[in-house]
Structures are given as C-alpha cells and as structure tokens.
C-alpha cells in the first residue's frame, strides 16, 4: 500500500498541515507528488496536492481509517524538493500550506470543487489553458502532376497560396477564404497535406537594436571574477550564493549569459528573474539572443495561454532557461544549476498579496534543496544582502560578494551634479527645469543626442493644495491625497479609483472645499506636465516620449514607446519610477531627475535606501556608449547621504549614516519586521482584533531578547475603500521563527465578521 501526504485547498479554512490518504492500486502510476488529486475531506470533495508519498502509514494513524485519492485531476507540476520549499514557504511566510502549493502549478490551470449554493451537489470546475495545436497545409506529392479543372478557382488559390511554401490553415483561410472543404477534397487525392503542430505563444519579437547580446571580445578583469566564483559555487551544489556587486554598466547581463552557458554545458538548466518593469523585450532579447529557442519567458503581460505554453516548454526540457518576473522562480526546469537575481534589491521581489514571499529567500532555499548556485546582482545591492556577504553566510549557505567596480571599453560613469532648488526658487526660477537642467537639455537637442528625465513620483508630488488654508483634498473613503489631472482636470484617488472635476488656480471655477478660496493650486509636477515643458523648451525637432503608468496600460505599449526612443535620431524620454533600470542606449549622455527627494519623506525606514537606490540607477542610464554622460538632480535636500552618495558615486557615504540608523533603531538587516494589518467597516471591531492580536504576541515573545511588539496604531493609509486599517509592527531576531509565532497567535484570535487580516513577514510596506 502507499500513502500520500496531500495539501487540501479549500479556501475558508486555516489548515496549516498536509492530510494522509490511501493510493488505490489503480492510481499508482498517476498518483505521484506534484499531482493535483480529488479527495473527501469532511464530508465533502475537495482538490488537494500530493507533496509526499510513503510505503509505510503515517506514526500514529490507523491505516484502516485514511480515506482514498479518488481521482487524480491534473499531471505534476513540481517534485519533491519543490513541495519542501512549498511547505517551508508556508511556515516562514504564514500562510496557507495551498497558497504557497499554488505558486508551483501550472499557470491558468485550477481545479477546484464549488456548488451553486448550499444543498447544491458538488461540482469540479476544471480551468486550464492547455496547449494549442495548429494545423499546417503543404503541397503534397501528388501536387506535381495536378491540374485543377477549369471551374475550381478554390483549388487553385490554394496551390497557388501553398507554392510559396508551407502554411497555417487559419492563415490560409485568411487569403483564400472558406478552404477547409477544399483542402479535405485536395488531401483525398494527396495533392496536399496536413499535419498538427504545437504551436507555441508568447514568443514576439522586437527590433530594439540593444535587444541583442553581442558576446564582446574579451571580459573585464570583475567579469572574469564574477564568473569564476559563480562557477565554483555552482559546483559546489551547496546553494551557495555570489553577489555580483557592479556598478551600471558594468556588464552583469553578460556575466549572467556566460554562467548559464557553462550551466547548460554541464548538463545545468537555469532560472533567470528580472523585475516585471524590466522585462523589456531589450532583456527578453539579450537571453534570446544567446541560447535561442532554449529560453522561456514568464510574465504577467502573458496571456494565461502564452504563460502556460512557456511554463510547458520548461517542463517538458525544451526550454532549458527560463527568464521571468517573480513567479518564474517555480517554473519546473530540470537538473537546475543556477538561479540568477537581477536588481536583486527591488522591492518586487516582495510579493505583496499572500502568499506574501521575498524571492531572494525563496530562491535562497529552492538553491539549497535543489544543490544549485543562486546568483544575485545589482549596482545597488539591498542591505540585507550586503549583511550576509559581510558576515559570510546565512542560514547554512556561503555568502559571498564580488565587486566590479569599472564599466568595459573604458566608458566612464557619469558626472553627477546636484542642483539646489530652494535656491533656484529664490534667484526667481519657476520652471519646472532649474537653469542647470535647462541648459543640458538644449545641449543635448544641439548636438542631437538622447536624454532620460526621471520624474520620482511615488510619494505626494502633483496634488492640489490650497495656498491660503493648506486643505489637500483627500479620497473621503481612502485617506489619501489625491492626485490631479491637468489633462483632464480631474482629481483621481489612485487607491480605489474615484475620480472628480476639479480645476486648479488660475481657472476662475476653482474653490478650495474646505475654505472657498481660489487659491486651490497643483503643487508638485505630473509627467505630463513636464511632456508640456519640454515640448515649450526645446521646440519641434525634439521627440519626447512620455512612458508612465498611463502610457503603458496597453499590451506591447511599453515596447512600442522603446523602439521610438530606439529610433528617433534625437528625443528625450520622460518617466517615472519605470525608466530607471535595465535601459541600455548608448547615445543617452544626459540623465535628469526633476524632484530627488519626494521618496525620501515616505514614513518607511527603508525610504533612503529606496531614494539612493533609484537615484543611483537612473544615474547609471548615461554616458553608457563611447560619449561622456551627465546626471543632474533636482532637489530641495542636497546634503542628505542618499543623495550625496549618487552624487560622488560613492555607497559608504549612504551606508555609513543608513546602517547606524538601523542598528540603532533594531531594523533590517540587523533584525527581521512584520507588519500584520487588521482591516475592516466596524472601527472598533478592528481596533479589538488588532489589540488582542498585538496581546497575543506580547504573551508569546514578551521577556525574549531581540523581540519588539510596536502598536497596535492607525496604518499610514488609515482608511481604504471605506475599511479602516490598524496594525501591529514585530521585530524580531534574525533567527527567529517570526513566521509560525504569528500564525499560531492569529489562529487564536477569535472570529470577528467582516475583519481581515493580513500577516507580512519581512515586509516591504508598512504603510
Ligand atoms: N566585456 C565587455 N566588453 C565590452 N562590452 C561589454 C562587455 N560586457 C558588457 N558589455 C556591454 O556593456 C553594456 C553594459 O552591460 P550590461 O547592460 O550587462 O550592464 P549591467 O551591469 O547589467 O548594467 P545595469 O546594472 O546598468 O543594467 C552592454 O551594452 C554590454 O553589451
Ligand atoms: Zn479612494
């Protein structure tokens, strides 16, 4: 007899163990871990996965009691070390065992069991994007010698068509019309033939110039130890882990390209993560370019289809690679040997719905129990990572850092200048551009170059404020201000996606709603006004490409607006926080960043860390080909350390305050933080979750060293869509199980209706 240990999804219920079932002979065979299987729980039928299977019963449990698997619903999507990492997933990060399961299976494919109401029967809902055959029409041997009769112009279209070469029916139906009856009475007679293909989506192309990864001559001196140590930590199979520190430009990409290489020359397949922002087809093709058809992309801008029909080219060993955002890292590539990070410090990582997993610490396991290397890379590496290559190691696995410092070919990183705007506001300057700015960007459309604006626009820019009561008006069910519109005057809650008219100063409609008066102005600057500014500064033979969250929204659209800055002889690309990384266009000799410091006020202690890190990287857009480059920030705090570490191109500036900072303060990288939030309608509902929540962990840690309980207080954002939020901050020691102590404290909480809650380990966001 075997048994399998299967995770049940079933969604209403806090079930944080895998449950024992008998195989039935006859499942033998399909009942293998990673399969997606039907079984009774409690009395009703419900989807689990097998994360193990045993020869022998479970200790403890009368083998004449288990119930059987009834039926298995769908192929393996992981093995075993994949349902390890699940269930750790699970423990570390506080959620359900299925949640942390679910990141493994196929993409679009779910299976679950509902009824349309109580007293229903049960029903078993299978949703799967499964693979897509096409059929494909050539001539056949027959063709040579056949002559269509006089009326049968169909017949002779389609030879006519099919002479060129080989086609897809649908495509064919498209030049000749209805075919389908045409091709049957040709295929008779065999004077063609037809035959399925697989036929794969997901795989457009660019013509991005920069989207191919020419292999240069010869590494740099850092490349050359980037790769060594990659290759050393690969072999060791121990889930050792190298942090490629370069700065921009530094050539990390072809680092990456090498290592894979020798990967996949050992027999190593490889994972490939970059953040979802850049995941431009420029990266896409830099890894397409090098390994062809050996390489799989995994998006979110993929169509459920096309992410399936990627994630299936890795699980049946055609695509040995695979590039992705985040959830690439449960794609099912065999013999894995190397997992690669790129802009490992990006708060993507994070993922911020549940299950709510870091993928460098995923990824740091998944290394561990597959024997692979993990390789993370950044030109501003995140502090936690920078901690554990100091010390050496971290929860069992080598830790280490290797530094390139120079860009290859001798380009040079970019002179930074920092312009003060306080002063330009008082030498009378009203211009969104200070002088400075101003005149680099004249020099850059007279010697017809590029340039990039960066507009840092997380954090409070572009709202109204009254000049003469101070009122911004807020969302009234979110407490947020709200952003304004100059193109549709319209002020929109960028929380719940309201949205009213609303004029600002000089338009004579304009009220401030708090006091009546006209002087309800905008106060910081939008993308588009600054796409208008421009436009006024630098006159007609300028292009100027605006890319931000509303000139993306459509599918290809971020690509589109590449290729024209690609193209154009002469532009400059304005944007927000998506500009800043991964771009590599060598005529891009100016950078600008209109506001540095909006970021630095956020109330989050990683705010600094965020401002350099973006600064930093936005820097590192210019002066990338032979020409020189220039960065000039904007900004209204010159002399803190974030900014004056870009500045001189020098990170000990920023660490040296930042780090002090934190250990004083008990934050990461020093201790770990979670942030539970409570949300509901009922305020005092939420506020008596959250204060027993905040007691039950008090009596759990309270007299244990390196363990703090902050709160319960109101969340930054107070009230969302009419909720209201609390929270409860815990710092712990680096090794604690900071997970499992919150699930098993909010397991006890007692059931209010209408309250959630969400539980964040090692959070990003605290607001
Ligand atoms: N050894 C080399 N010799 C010459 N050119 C190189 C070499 N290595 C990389 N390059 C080129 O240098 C440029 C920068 O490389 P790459 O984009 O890999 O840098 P990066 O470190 O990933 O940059 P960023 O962090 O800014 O994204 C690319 O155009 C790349 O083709
Ligand atoms: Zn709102």
């Known amino acids: 007899m075997r048994y399998a240990s299967v995770v049940v999804d079933i969604a209403t219920r806090a079930l944080d163990e895998p449950f024992d079932y008998v195989v039935p002979e006859g499942l033998a065979g399909a009942c293998v871990v990673g399969a997606t299987v039907l079984v009774t729980f409690s009395h009703r039928h419900a989807v689990g996965y097998v994360v193990a299977l045993a020869d022998e019963a479970p200790a403890g449990v009368e083998a004449g009691r288990l119930l059987p698997v009834e039926a298995v619903l769908a192929a393996p999507a992981f093995d075993e070390a994949g349902a390890r990492v699940a269930l750790w997933l699970a423990r570390e990060y506080a959620c359900p065992p299925a949640d942390a399961v679910r990141l493994f299976l196929a993409p679009g494919q779910t299976v679950k069991v509902t009824r349309a109401g109580e007293g229903a029967p049960w029903e078993l809902v299978c949703e ?36 060129a070469g080989p086609m897809r029916l649908a495509e064919l139906a498209a030049t000749a019309g209805a075919v389908s009856q045409t091709v049957a009475a040709l295929e008779r007679r065999g004077v063609v033939r037809v035959w399925r293909a697989r036929h794969v989506r997901g795989q457009g192309g660019t013509s991005l110039s920069s989207a191919v990864a020419a292999r ?92 399936f029909d990627q994630w299936d080219l890795a699980r049946r060993g055609e695509a040995r690679v695979v590039v992705g955002a985040r959830s690439a890292l449960f794609a099912p590539v065999a013999d894995l040997g190397l997992i690669v990070i790129d802009e490992e410090h990006e708060g993507s990582y994070k993922q911020d719905k ?56 001798g380009a040079r990183l970019p002179e930074v200048r920092v312009v003060d705007m306080a002063s330009q506001f008082r030498g009378g300057r009203r211009s969104v551009f200070s002088a400075p700015l101003a005149e680099a960007l004249e020099g850059v459309r007279d010697r017809r170059e590029k340039a990039v604006l960066l507009l840092n626009r997380r ?116 944007g927000t926080q998506m500009i800043a990384k991964g771009l590599d266009f060598p005529e891009v000799t100016l950078v600008g960043v209109v506001n540095a410091d909006t970021t630095l006020k956020l109330p989050d202690f990683r705010a600094a860390e965020r401002t350099y890190d973006l600064l930093e990287q936005v820097a590192g857009r210019a002066g990338r080909g032979g020409a020189a480059g220039e960065v000039i920030i904007q900004t209204y705090w010159a002399d803190h350390p974030a900014i004056q570490a870009v500045a001189r191109h020098d990170r000990d500036v920023f660490l040296a305050y930042e780090l002090e900072d934190r250990r004083d303060s ?16 009922d305020a005092r509902a939420v ?43 815990v710092k712990a020691p680096l090794d604690a199980d900071l997970g499992p102590v919150l699930s098993r404290c909010a397991a006890r909480l007692p059931r209010r209706q209408g309250i959630r809650m969400a539980l964040d380990v090692d959070a990003y966001d605290f607001m």
């Open 666 to 681: 008990g934050y990461p990288p020093f201790s770990r933080a979670a942030n539970a939030v409570v949300w509901g309608r």
């Open 687 to 729: 506020a008596a979750s959250a204060d027993e929540l905040a007691r039950l962990v008090r009596e759990e840690v309270g007299g244990e060293g390196g363990w703090e309980v902050l709160g319960p207080t109101d969340c930054v954002k107070a009230r969302v869509k009419d909720r209201v939020r609390r929270h409860v901050v």
């Open 128 to 163: 799967s994007s499964g693979p897509v055959d096409e059929r494909w029409v050539a001539l056949g041997e027959a063709a040579e010698g056949f002559r269509p009769r006089a009326n049968a112009s169909r017949q002779r279209q389609v030879i006519e068509a099919l002479e």
């Open 459 to 574: 954090g409070f820019s572009n709202f109204l404020m009254c000049r003469d009561c101070g009122c911004v008006p807020e969302c009234p069910h979110c407490s947020c201000a709200l952003t304004y519109h100059e193109r549709t005057h319209t002020l929109e809650c960028h929380t719940c996606g309201r949205s009213w008219p609303q004029r600002a100063y000089p338009d004579p409609t304009t009220r401030c709603p708090n006091c009546g008066s006209r002087y309800m102005a905008a106060y910081g600057v939008g993308t588009e006004r600054v796409e208008d500014e421009l436009r006024l500064l630098l006159g007609d033979g300028v292009e100027v490409i605006r890319m931000d969250a509303d000139a993306t929204r459509r599918k290809g659209a971020h690509q589109e607006l590449l290729e024209r800055f690609d193209a154009a002889e002469c532009a400059v690309l304005v």
């Open 354 to 409: 549940s299950p709510r997993y870091h993928a460098r610490e995923v990824a740091a396991r998944l290394a561990a129990e597959r024997g692979c290397a993990l390789v993370l890379g950044s030109a501003t590496p995140s502090l936690e990572s920078l901690r554990r290559c100091e010390v050496g190691s971290w929860r069992g696995a080598r830790w280490r850092r290797v530094e390139m410092r120079e860009r290859p070919g």
């Open 216 to 307: 240069p001559r010869e590494l740099t001196r850092g490349q050359r130890a980037a790769l060594a140590a990659i290759d050393e930590a690969r072999e060791a199979a121990a889930g050792d882990v190298v942090l490629v520190d370069g700065v921009t430009g530094s050539g990390k990409t072809e680092v990456y390209l090498d290592a894979i290489e020798h990967a996949l020359a050992a027999g190593r397949g490889a994972i490939v993560l970059v953040p979802e922002i850049s995941l431009t087809p420029q990266t896409v093709g830099r890894f397409r370019s090098r390994f062809g058809d050996e390489v799989a992309v995994l998006h979110s801008r993929l169509s459920a289809g096309e992410r």
